[in-house]
């Protein structure tokens, strides 16, 4: 069973920064892809980033360019840089972990980050 736990979220201002954390806790072996989905009021949660073990990348095209994640294997942790912030990032941004097996995924808490002067 993996765990996930996020930090980072909070209000900012737009065009400002936020690095969003997140760490996996147990099973961590088992795991492939890790990312990052947000979930805007009364929207449905999309993807923002991800990567898998072997590094690759996809973006939403609203955060090309202005993301970016990245992964410490070592450490067990995933991140995701925000430049540039809108008003529009403004979500309840969920931390995701696939696992290699077709068991389902694994999902973080929640944090929140809003964007607003």
């Known amino acids: 069973q993996v765990h996930l736990v996020e930090s980072g979220g909070g209000l900012v201002q737009p065009g400002g920064s936020l690095r969003l954390s997140c760490e996996a806790r147990?099973?961590?072996?088992?795991?492939?892809?890790m990312g990052w989905y947000r979930q805007a009021p009364g929207k449905q949660r999309e993807l923002v980033a991800r990567?898998?073990?072997?590094?690759?990348?996809n973006y939403a095209d609203s955060v090309q360019g202005r993301f970016t994640i990245s992964r410490d294997n070592a450490k067990n942790m995933v991140y995701l840089q925000m430049n540039r912030l809108k008003p529009e990032d403004t979500a309840v941004y969920y931390c995701?972990?696939?696992?290699?097996?077709?068991?389902?995924?694994?999902w973080g808490q929640g944090t929140q980050v809003t964007v607003s002067a």
């Open positions: 995701n972990a696939s696992p290699y097996s077709p068991t389902g995924d694994y």
């Open positions: 147990g099973g961590i072996f088992s795991i492939d892809a």
């Open positions: 990567m898998t073990s072997g590094g690759i990348t």
